[in-house]
Antibody, heavy 125, light 108 residues
């Protein structure tokens, strides 16, 4: 049973960095069968995929163009977790942020089968 | 980027009725990598269907998915009280992964 537990602040000041962590239990961040994603949801933008990290003989990252210049997603193998860092935030980055596991077993793809509980992040001074 | 358009925006039905939700893609979805999710207030989305027509673990068999290319459908054969929620389609065959704007299934 895979579980994802999110942690991080709910309030970030404009121009600062938003940092969230997703701790994994029941799977490994280094698994060859999973990709680890961040998604956010707001009334104005709906569900918006931000990016992912995954390991297939080496580490890969994949980011949405809209945030690519500001976003870093990193695995932490020592703690079996992955993180999101979004720089230079503005009020438009206010949203509920989710981490999610994507099943990519055997070079296939099977959707986002496990999600974190969500973190409401407000960007405000 | 593949844009997904869901219709209708809201579906007002009674328990026991059949629900048909549509998801249209702006270009063909690779390998039918199309998923459907259910979201209830205050909760994360839950995977219902992957690969356009495969039920995820724990998805009741009243939920079925169909379609290929650019046109996909989620059908709920007989609505149960717990099925009233928002449903999203998602394509995960190309990057960026994208979601539709959602269809709300509400009690009539």
């Amino acid at each position: 049973q895979v579980q994802l537990q999110q942690s991080g602040p709910g309030l970030v000041k404009p121009s600062q960095t938003l940092s969230l962590t997703c701790a994994i239990s029941g799977d490994s961040v280094s698994s060859n069968s999973a990709a680890w994603n961040w998604i956010r949801q707001s009334p104005s933008r709906g569900l918006e995929w931000l990016g992912r990290t995954y390991f297939k003989s080496k580490w890969y990252n994949d980011y949405a163009v809209s945030v690519k210049s500001r976003l870093t997603i990193k695995p932490d193998t020592s703690k079996n977790q992955f993180s999101l860092q979004l720089n230079s935030v503005t009020p438009e980055d206010t949203a509920v942020y989710y981490c999610a596991r994507e099943d990519i077993w055997n070079d296939g793809a099977y959707g986002f089968d496990n999600w974190g509980q969500g973190t409401m992040v407000t960007v405000s001074s | 980027e593949i844009v997904l358009t869901q219709s209708p925006g809201t579906l007002s039905l009674s328990p026991g009725e059949r629900a048909t939700l549509s998801c249209r893609a702006s270009q063909s979805v690779s390998s039918s990598y199309l998923a459907w999710y259910q979201q209830k207030p205050g909760q994360a989305p839950r995977l219902l269907i992957y690969g356009a027509s495969n039920r995820a673990t724990g998805t009741p068999d009243r939920f079925s998915g169909s379609g290929s290319g650019t046109d996909f459908t989620l059908t709920i054969s007989r609505l149960e009280p717990e099925d009233f929620a928002v449903y999203y389609c998602q394509q995960y065959g190309s990057s960026p992964r994208t979601f539709g704007q959602g269809t709300k299934v509400e009690i009539k």
